[in-house]
C-alpha cells in the first residue's frame, strides 16, 4: 500500500511537468520557441504541429526563425503563423519566416500573468485531485482491514507531504514566471 504514495508522487511530478509546459507557452518580453508549440499547419491537407514540419530557432532575443524541411509548404506554415494569437506577423526572408515578437504592454503583460496564475492553479487543481484519489486508497485499505490505522495515518501524513512540497513547487514555478513575464 505505500506504493499508493509512490504513485501519488509520480503523478504529482506529471503534473508539475505538464504545467512548466504550460508556462513555456506563455509569452514573455523574449522570444521563446516554445511559443509555437500549440501552432497546427495545415500540411498536405492534414492538420500538424509546426515543429513536425520546421525548423525553429531564435536569431535574435525578440525573433523566431521558422524554416519550413519542405519550400513548398511556407505559405501553409506563414498562414498558420499569421492566423495564430501570437501579436507577431511573419516576414519572409527567403525560405525562413521572421517573426518579430512586439514588446509587451504593462496591461498584456498583466493578461500574461493572469494566465500564468491560471495555469498554476490548474496545476495545483490537478495535484489536489490526484491526493484526493489517493488518501480515498488508503481510507479504503484502513476500512477493509488491509492495513492498520497506525499504517493507514503514516502514509496520509507521507501523502500531505509531498502534496505540499508538489504545491510549493507549483507556487515557486508561478512566482519565477510571473517575474520573467514582468521584465522589462
Given at each position: 500500500?505505500?506504493?499508493?504514495?509512490?504513485?501519488?508522487?509520480?503523478?504529482?511530478?506529471?503534473?508539475?511537468e505538464?504545467?512548466?509546459?504550460?508556462?513555456?507557452?506563455?509569452?514573455?518580453?523574449?522570444?521563446?520557441?516554445?511559443?509555437?508549440?500549440?501552432?497546427?499547419?495545415?500540411?498536405?491537407?492534414?492538420?500538424?504541429?509546426?515543429?513536425?514540419?520546421?525548423?525553429?530557432?531564435?536569431?535574435?532575443?525578440?525573433?523566431?526563425?521558422?524554416?519550413?524541411?519542405?519550400?513548398?509548404?511556407?505559405?501553409?506554415?506563414?498562414k498558420?503563423?499569421?492566423?495564430?494569437?501570437?501579436?507577431?506577423?511573419?516576414?519572409?526572408?527567403?525560405?525562413?519566416?521572421?517573426?518579430?515578437?512586439?514588446?509587451?504592454?504593462?496591461?498584456?503583460?498583466?493578461?500574461?500573468?493572469?494566465?500564468?496564475?491560471?495555469?498554476?492553479?490548474?496545476?495545483?487543481?490537478?495535484?489536489?485531485?490526484?491526493?484526493?484519489?489517493?488518501?480515498?486508497?488508503?481510507?479504503?485499505?484502513?476500512k477493509?482491514?488491509?492495513?492498520?490505522?497506525?499504517?493507514?495515518?503514516?502514509?496520509?501524513?507521507?501523502?500531505?507531504?509531498?502534496?505540499?512540497?508538489?504545491?510549493?513547487?507549483?507556487?515557486?514555478?508561478?512566482?519565477?514566471?510571473?517575474?520573467?513575464?514582468?521584465?522589462?
Open positions: 500500500m505505500a506504493n499508493v504514495v509512490d504513485q501519488s508522487k509520480e503523478q504529482m511530478k506529471k503534473s508539475v505538464s504545467t512548466k509546459e504550460n508556462f513555456a507557452g506563455i509569452r514573455t518580453g523574449r522570444a521563446n520557441p516554445a511559443l509555437l508549440n500549440g501552432i497546427v499547419v495545415e500540411y498536405y491537407g492534414a492538420p500538424t504541429p509546426l515543429k513536425h514540419v520546421a525548423t525553429i530557432g531564435v536569431p535574435e532575443p525578440r525573433t523566431l526563425s521558422v524554416t519550413p524541411f519542405d519550400p513548398s509548404q511556407a505559405n501553409a506554415v506563414e498558420a503563423l499569421r492566423d495564430s494569437d501570437l501579436g507577431a506577423s511573419p516576414r519572409r526572408n527567403g525560405s525562413a519566416i521572421l517573426l518579430t515578437m512586439p514588446e509587451l504592454t504593462e496591461d498584456r503583460r498583466k493578461e500574461y500573468v493572469k494566465l500564468a496564475k491560471s495555469k498554476a492553479e490548474d496545476g495545483k487543481v490537478a495535484v489536489r485531485n490526484i491526493r484526493r484519489k489517493s488518501k480515498e486508497a488508503i481510507d479504503k485499505a484502513v477493509d482491514g488491509e492495513m492498520g490505522e497506525d499504517e493507514g495515518d503514516r502514509l496520509l501524513k507521507e501523502l500531505d507531504k509531498v502534496t505540499k512540497a508538489t504545491t510549493d513547487e507549483l507556487d515557486a514555478l508561478l512566482e519565477a514566471k510571473q517575474k520573467e513575464i514582468m521584465e522589462v
